[in-house]
């Protein structure tokens, strides 16, 4: 899996903190949601801390769902 990248997050004054992907906002923390963020941001690999709070990483499998037979719209089995 590649490592995820283009995350950049910003601390505001009143203690949100915005990350944004490839400059568009993924996610906006306030509170104790902030704080938990930039405790783990610190601790471990930001880029990869901000991809999972963001929800925005890939498992490398999309293209290949995308493609199997009960995933192709239009066709619908009757169950």
């Known amino acids: 899996m590649p490592q995820p990248q ?4 910003a ?3 009143d203690g949100t903190v915005v990350v944004t992907h490839h400059g568009r906002a993924a996610a906006t923390l306030r509170g104790g949601r902030a704080e938990k963020f930039l405790a783990e941001v610190a601790s ?3 880029q990869l801390v901000m991809a999972r709070w ?3 990483y890939r ?9 199997h037979p009960r995933n192709r719209s ?3 089995r009757g169950r």
């Open 74 to 76: 239009g066709r619908t």
């Open 59 to 67: 498992f490398g499998n999309e293209r290949t769902a995308r493609e």
């Open 6 to 9: 283009g995350f950049v997050y």
């Open 54 to 56: 963001t929800g925005a």
């Open 11 to 13: 601390r505001r004054a």
């Open 44 to 46: 471990g690999d930001p």
